[in-house]
Nanobody, 122 residues
């Protein structure tokens, strides 16, 4: 199996910055797409940003120009640099990874981290 552990959440004032990290570990054969999702109270979970193993990225409109996703394939880690944070960015942020697992063939499995709280408030 694969475990995802997020870190870097916290409280920040509007206009501030945070950097989230998510490290994958376990019986990893290969990790494909990694991404960040968020879920605010009373709302559905939504994609914030995604990145392929080759480095191609995609962003939600709300994140474009403010957030940057990156990854270190050698460390099986994905990052989300968040700048110019707004109160509406307040949510629990979840890491997601699509991975093949050792000794489980070619099937791709999807894994989630436990989530990290981001609060933007003055």
């Amino acid at each position: 199996q694969v475990q995802l552990v997020e870190s870097g959440g916290g409280s920040v004032q509007p206009g501030g910055s945070l950097r989230l990290s998510c490290a994958a570990s376990g019986s990893i054969y290969r990790i494909y797409t990694m991404g960040w999702y968020r879920q605010a109270p009373g709302k559905q979970r939504e994609l914030v940003a995604g990145i392929s193993s080759g480095g191609s990225t995609n962003y939600a409109d709300s994140a474009k120009g403010r957030f940057t996703i990156s990854r270190d394939n050698g460390k099986n880690t994905v990052y989300l640099q968040m700048n110019s944070l707004k109160p509406e960015d307040t949510a629990v942020y979840y890491c997601n990874a699509a991975a093949q697992v050792v000794d489980r063939g070619r099937e791709v499995y999807y894994y989630w981290g436990q989530g990290t709280q981001v609060t933007v408030s003055s």
